[in-house]
């Protein structure tokens, strides 16, 4: 097991949502994660919230100890004030999501800006909407065709994707959940927010730490130089990160901050 040194001082710590901030279990962040970003903050680390989620889904996330907030996997970076960057998906890819949806290939989550609608609720929808205590408006889908897209969630199973990704020329698709891919612009990803928003403070790699425990998260956790699994997180992502600590559910993110000597006992 490796020693608990970060090697650097830490600047900047980025934090996944769910399964990493948010419980699974109480949809609710732990008081000690609250703790430990509060410590954060108050020990001059910036710290940003880095999520597949819109803006108008982090509500159970209290923002004063975050700095800004890098939502839809990357596509969107925003402070409390302005919005830093955004980037809608491909017009034609977006036509031809549609077409396969109507075809009934698939179910599928359109997000905009503003808003958000799923095109039915099949039992992957109803899973994951219990799973992560949300409700998913059902909408007109043909509305995407005339309004920007900044993420899909797709509700293919592993070994399914193949009908998205041989439709579409400009995608990028990552997991977390085995009933749908998040799906984006081909050069866009947390990885890539993460490095833009470290050159937007002038922080470097080395000077960052990040959290994750899901799929869509190994790029961020790649982009940084000090990475953190949850005990909960995937295997893959296990093995990739730099260390590995508890779950969501028994103080992860708090313990692992200790270790690090990033906040006190």
């Given amino acids: 097991m490796p020693l608990w040194n970060a090697g650097h001082p830490i600047k ?7 399964g990493t901030l948010l419980s699974f279990r109480t949809h609710q962040i732990p008081d000690s994660a609250q703790i430990a970003l509060s410590e954060l903050r108050r020990a001059g680390v910036k710290c940003f919230l880095a999520t ?14 975050l700095e800004a907030f890098i939502l ?12 830093l960057y955004r980037e809608s998906m491909d017009p034609t890819d977006i036509a031809r999501v549609v077409e396969q949806v109507q075809a009934g290939l698939y179910d599928c989550l359109f997000m905009e800006a503003g808003r958000c609608y799923v ?4 039992e992957r929808v109803r899973a994951i909407e219990e799973h992560v205590n949300l409700t998913f408006e059902e909408g007109d889908i043909e509305e995407a065709l005339h309004n920007e897209i900044y993420q899909l969630n797709a509700y293919l199973a592993p070994g399914e ?21 998040d799906v ?35 790029g961020m956790l790649d982009a940084v130089g000090t990475s953190v699994a949850l005990g909960n997180a995937n295997p893959e992502v296990k093995e990739m990160a730099s260390f590995v600590t ?20």
């Fill in 72 to 83: 839809f996997n990357g596509q969107f970076i925003l402070n409390r004030d302005e919005i």
């Fill in 161 to 181: 994707t193949d009908v998205l990704a041989r439709a579409c020329s400009n995608i990028k698709m990552t997991r977390w959940s085995p009933n749908f891919v």
């Fill in 119 to 122: 095109s039915g609720h099949n």
């Fill in 246 to 265: 508890e779950d969501v559910d028994h103080d992860g993110v708090y313990n692992a901050c200790v270790r690090l000597g990033l906040v006190d006992a």
């Fill in 184 to 218: 984006f612009p081909r050069g866009g990803g947390k990885a890539r927010a993460v490095r833009r928003v470290l050159e937007m403070y002038g922080i470097s790699p080395e000077e960052a730490i990040a959290f994750g425990d899901g799929g869509n998260d190994i």
């Fill in 12 to 18: 900047a710590a980025f934090f996944d949502a769910d």
């Fill in 52 to 65: 597949g989620r819109p803006p108008y889904q982090v509500d159970e996330i209290p923002i004063d100890n």
